[in-house]
């Protein structure tokens, strides 16, 4: 997929806005979130974009951060495992849903990637906003698919990566979580 020399630089001050903004009014430990977050988002949809997959390693340090941040809000104990045990059922499920579609129909909806990227936001966005993780990235991803589709046709939407939307969907569920307190 050729995108131009402007992408990372347009995802990049697209992410940094976003938290410049939230820094004013949103609960510090989430802006310092949101600071560690960044530059694996902006990484992940980037490559995801010009290649079509999304660097495990990305995922790896979204899910790091996430349950960290997890660990100072909520400390160790049930409370933590709950949060990681969602964040895990979900990965599996996703997983599982996007193979099967994949293995009856041969196109690939939901990939493994996008799987693992939404386990690993749940831990940064908790699992009571893991529903508003993904209908803010479904909403997205719609909105681009229908602009592609008015631009260059009915067959220009088709194969549009969804791992951005989730970044930045992290990104946003990490600054104004939907669901569940904002600090304990």
Excluded at 29 to 50: E, H, K, Q
Excluded at 127 to 144: C, N, P, Q, R, T
């Amino acid at each position: 997929m050729t995108l131009g020399p402007f992408l990372l630089p347009a995802i990049a001050l697209a992410h940094g806005a976003s938290l410049a903004v939230a820094a004013g009014v949103a609960e510090p430990r989430r802006v310092a979130l949101g600071l560690c977050l960044v530059p694996a988002l902006v990484w992940l949809s980037a490559t995801d974009l010009r290649r079509g997959e999304i660097p495990d390693e990305s995922v790896a340090i979204i899910a790091l951060a996430g349950l960290g941040f997890q660990w100072h809000r909520l400390g160790l104990g049930l409370p933590l495992l709950a949060e990681a045990a969602a964040a895990a059922l979900a990965t599996g499920l996703l997983w599982l849903a996007g193979g099967l579609h994949f293995r009856r129909t041969g196109e690939e909806a939901l990939g493994i990637g996008d799987a693992k990227l939404i386990g690993a936001g749940t831990l940064a966005v908790g699992a009571a906003s893991l529903w508003a993780l993904v209908l803010v990235a479904a909403l997205g991803g719609i909105a681009a698919g229908l602009l592609a589709r008015r631009r260059a046709g009915p067959d220009a939407a088709k194969g549009i990566p969804f791992g951005p939307f989730l970044a930045y969907s992290i990104l946003v569920l990490t600054l104004f979580p939907i669901a569940g307190p904002v600090s304990t």
